[in-house]
């Protein structure tokens, strides 16, 4: 009798405490400290309480106080009426207890998502990756009324009701490691409107617009069902799969961390291990799945009269990170796939005959190993020239010391589709927004095609799921950047960005003549917020006299052996920079393109080309190394565009 009592207490206590816990007053994490709420709309707050609880919301801008029940399971949701701009304000939430949220401003509020290059933050991403006058823009910014929420990163299979994040009002701090396109998008309309700005970052670096749209809306297309399926098969096991993961990536982060010391030693007995043909991915060296650590190990026979001098040794680059060891002694470490390693060796370390490279390479996934040029793998005395070297292009020594288990990833890759709307997305729905920016694309090129459907089909999803009609969805065109072999794939994925126009409400900032094909995160970020505010500016807000978009295609007349090209937004004229339109291709019957000859007339192009002589379609820009020469008299430039979209072929 006297366990049984004991049983009963502990249990009694622990359903106490469960219940307790269940009672208190959870809000989503964006309802916070800082945050900002949309000016003048019914905004929709919730969390959870105790079943049918009675739940009262107040603002401090009235004090007026409305009132429901949470349901069955524990949700409310109230819709509190927001005054014009201004703040800061007090939000209070009362049930079983009292939560009070300060500092509450009332605003403009706008979703800022995408892939990289709007995840591309204003301390930039150095040395690859560096922003326009990055350290001056961080230093300067010090704007208490534009508020900040960043969501943290979450692959979900199913939508998720919170996320991870916190507000922070900006300043140097809390800016730095901030999507810069976001704030210059930001801090243009503060500066235009004189009212708070709230800024809600949800973006993940490399992912496909798939990932951000909602299963049913992907079913509606049909092309993702086969993954989708798969994923949804997973539902009912992805506990114990994820737990799986989480076990691998244990033993990853550990393997990580430890060097296997034994194999940098010069005299360490490598006769076991085999050869692999240096420089390659080792995925082209007969391991296609292979993510891990790796360690390289050559000997080299060093003349005499390089005894007591300096070397450098050059790998080229490395996929992803590398530490470097020369008889033994640590020469160098670097993390990032595309930066090229160039390491010293002090003349100490240098003696006559045989000495030792080891290299341990660490990668975490996709291809890996030290994959550059042939002639970028060598080592010479320091101050001279590579070609008195020793090259190193031939067979090394390689062990796999580690591999990187990833068949549980499947339920962790960002770009499975929906996971990041169920993770990312849906934990904001019905957060009260103005509208959304976003920058992506670069994931998706090599299938324009398709993207011409998914990307308007992800925009009214989104729409539809927020339920506050055709919100205002502007976008960042991406820049010209070599995909691959055609030459023109992104031009074709530039078009179909162009293309979903189409849909109401929506604007382009076309970066043309921002982008840098040498890498694919351009550093002047500053204009490309500003050309999507110019859109928000003048088409949400009504400012009057701005000019919001570069030249458009809008349609086209043949005439004779040329065509003329019609445009939107070609008020006030086109503009030839450099005096020569160049970028124009035309085609006949048989749709091969040919560089053409183009010339302005009034607020027209006309296109021709000698061996043309009955024209069919027109192209610009449309090339992975475009060169635009076609602007306005805004100095706003135009559009890749296509006059036939069949003629996409296979892009």
């Known amino acids: 009798m006297r366990v049984f009592t004991r049983l009963?207490?502990?249990?009694?206590?622990?359903?106490?405490?469960?219940?307790?816990?269940?009672?208190?007053?959870?809000?989503?994490?964006?309802?916070?400290?800082?945050?900002?709420?949309q000016q003048r709309y019914e905004a929709p707050v919730?969390?959870?309480?105790?079943?049918?609880?009675i739940i009262t919301l107040s603002g401090s801008?009235?004090?007026?106080?409305?009132s429901t029940k949470a349901n069955i399971e524990g949700y409310f949701m109230l819709k509190i009426k927001t005054p014009k701009a201004g703040g800061p304000y007090t939000l209070t939430i009362k049930g079983s207890q009292t939560i009070v949220l300060h500092n509450v401003m009332i605003g403009e509020v706008w979703v800022c998502s995408g892939q990289s290059n709007m995840e591309f933050p204003l301390q930039g991403w150095p040395p690859m990756a560096s922003m326009l006058n990055s350290a001056q823009e961080i230093k300067n910014a010090n704007y208490p009324n534009i508020r900040?929420?960043?969501?943290?990163?979450?692959?979900?299979?199913?939508?998720?009701?919170?996320?991870?994040?916190n507000w922070s009002e900006c300043n140097p701090q809390s800016v730095a490691p901030f999507s810069a396109t976001a704030y210059f998008f930001g801090r243009a309309l503060y500066q235009k409107l004189k009212v708070p700005i709230g800024l809600i970052e949800t973006c993940w670096g490399g992912t496909v617009a798939e990932a951000w749209t909602s299963n049913s809306a992907l079913r509606k297309l049909g092309d993702f069902d086969s993954a989708l399926n798969k994923l949804d098969s997973l539902s009912p096991i992805v506990k114990k799969v994820e737990k799986q993961y989480k076990d691998d990536d244990i033993a990853w982060q550990k393997a990580s961390v430890h060097i296997n010391d034994q194999f940098k030693e010069t005299n360490f007995e490598d006769h076991s291990w085999k050869t692999m043909a240096l420089p390659t991915t080792w995925e082209k060296a007969g391991y296609p799945d292979l993510d891990g650590i790796v360690w390289f190990r050559k000997e080299i026979n060093i003349p005499a009269s390089w005894v007591g001098k300096p070397l450098k040794l050059n790998l080229g680059p490395v996929d992803d990170n590398d530490i470097t060891w020369f008889n033994g002694q640590k020469i160098g470490a670097t993390d990032g796939w595309l930066t090229p390693r160039s390491y010293d060796i002090p003349g100490n370390m240098v003696k006559a005959g045989v000495n030792v490279i080891a290299i341990r390479v660490t990668d975490a996934g996709g291809n890996g190993g030290i994959y550059g040029e042939k002639d970028a793998l060598n080592?010479?005395?320091?101050?001279?020239?590579?070609?008195?070297?020793?090259?190193?292009?031939s067979n090394w020594k390689y062990k796999i010391a580690f591999v990187k288990h990833n068949e549980s990833l499947v339920?962790?890759?960002?770009?499975?589709?929906?996971?990041?709307?169920?993770?990312?997305?849906?934990?904001?729905?019905?957060?009260?927004i103005k509208g959304a920016i976003w920058y992506q694309g670069e994931s998706n090129v090599g299938r324009a095609t398709q993207y011409a459907r998914l990307f308007p089909d992800m925009i009214e999803d989104w729409r539809t799921r927020w339920h506050e009609g055709s919100f205002p969805f502007y976008f960042v065109q991406i820049a010209p950047f070599p995909y691959g072999s055609s030459g023109v794939k992104s031009a074709a994925l530039r078009d179909a960005q162009r293309a979903t126009l189409q849909l109401p409400n929506t604007g382009m900032a076309v970066t043309l003549d921002i982008g840098d094909t040498t890498?694919?995160?351009?550093?002047?970020?500053?204009?490309?917020?500003?050309?999507?505010?110019?859109?928000?500016?003048?088409?949400?807000?009504?400012?009057?006299?701005?000019?919001?978009?570069g030249p458009l295609y809008k349609s086209m007349k043949i005439e004779g052996n040329k065509i003329a090209i019609s445009f939107k937004y070609s008020d006030g004229g086109l503009d030839a920079k450099g005096g020569t339109l160049n970028s124009f291709e035309i085609a006949g019957d048989d749709g091969r393109f040919v560089p053409a000859a183009a010339f302005i007339q009034g607020n027209k192009v006309i296109v021709s080309a000698a061996s043309v002589a009955h024209p069919m379609a027109v192209r610009y820009a449309w090339?992975?190394?475009?060169?635009?020469?076609?602007?306005?008299?805004?100095?706003?430039?135009?559009s890749t565009f296509i006059t036939n979209t069949s003629l996409y072929r296979s892009y």
């Open 8 to 37: 009963s207490v502990a249990a009694f206590l622990c359903l106490f405490f469960s219940f307790s816990a269940f009672a208190k007053i959870t809000l989503p994490t964006f309802f916070a400290d800082n945050m900002v709420l």
């Open 46 to 53: 919730w969390g959870w309480a105790k079943p049918e609880q």
């Open 61 to 66: 801008w009235n004090n007026q106080s409305i």
């Open 148 to 165: 900040l929420f960043t969501v943290k990163r979450d692959i979900a299979l199913s939508p998720q009701q919170n996320c991870e994040g």
């Open 379 to 393: 080592i010479y005395p320091a101050g001279s020239s590579s070609n008195n070297g020793i090259n190193l292009s």
């Open 411 to 432: 339920t962790q890759n960002p770009n499975n589709p929906a996971v990041l709307y169920n993770g990312m997305i849906a934990p904001l729905i019905p957060f009260a």
């Open 519 to 549: 890498n694919i995160h351009p550093s002047h970020k500053q204009e490309v917020g500003r050309r999507i505010a110019l859109w928000a500016l003048s088409n949400t807000y009504g400012e009057k006299g701005i000019v919001y978009s």
């Open 623 to 638: 090339s992975d190394k475009a060169v635009p020469h076609l602007f306005n008299k805004a100095g706003l430039p135009a």
